[in-house]
Antibody, heavy 117, light 114 residues
């Protein structure tokens, strides 16, 4: 069965960077795009970007351009999302999600990133 | 970017009554070559990731109860819960996948029991 297992919760100081991992299993890793979506406490869903695990192609939401990098490691079937220059507004649950067709079909469990001095 | 605006932000409906949520897109998400609307609806309960309910604006995901239905085309869409059940209390989001590799969500609509 398809599983996306994310790294654990993290606490960072303003200005620091965070790198969240998402390990995929139960399907051919290079066959389907993975997206990152975040949700601030009590707020809605915010699409951050997409990575093609096959060739590493990425596309980011304009809001995060220059501050986010998504990468993948095909040897471990893992994708990573790094967000730099963190500020308090980046406190959120970060989700990875795999798209088989055109919709978010499978989700990771979410990773809480807290930005606090 | 395509902006999706949902209305209302929240609504309270009696058990067994109808709940209607609207989603308006800043531009059409109807792809002319296949006449498909690139819009989906998700349900999110506290502490859980979203769950897909509807895609192509009106196609129900497998296993989703038939009290959930989607309609609309172009820029205006609706999610209807025909007879609200207690387990339907959640936040509902529309989401477009029309823009290649630039996807967006509506701001969400919270559904509660009156």
């Amino acid at each position: 069965q398809v599983q996306l297992v994310q790294s654990g919760a993290d606490v960072k100081k303003p200005g620091a960077s965070v790198k969240v991992s998402c390990k995929a299993s139960g399907y051919t890793f290079t066959r389907h795009y993975i997206h990152w979506v975040r949700q601030a406490p009590g707020q809605g869903l915010e699409w951050m970007g997409i990575i093609n695990p096959s060739d590493g192609y990425t596309s980011y939401a304009q809001k995060f351009q220059g501050r986010v990098t998504m990468t993948r490691d095909t040897s471990t079937s893992t994708v990573y999302m790094e967000l730099r220059s963190l500020r308090s507004e980046d406190t959120a649950v970060y989700y990875c999600s795999m798209v088989q067709g055109v919709t978010f079909d499978y989700w990771g469990q979410g990773t809480l990133v807290t930005v606090s001095s | 970017d395509i902006v999706l605006t949902q209305s209302p932000d929240s609504l309270a409906v009696s058990l067994g009554e109808r709940a209607t949520i609207n989603c308006k897109s800043s531009q059409s998400v109807l792809y002319s070559s296949n006449y498909k609307n690139y819009l989906a609806w998700y349900q999110q309960k506290p502490g859980q990731p979203p769950k897909l309910l509807i895609y192509w604006a009106s196609t129900r995901e497998s296993g989703v109860p038939d009290r959930f239905s989607g309609s609309g085309s172009g820029t205006d869409f609706t999610l209807t819960i025909s007879s609200l059940q207690a387990e339907d209390v959640a936040v509902y989001y529309c989401q477009q996948y029309f823009s290649t590799h630039t996807w967006t969500f509506g701001q969400g609509t919270k559904v509660e029991i009156k």
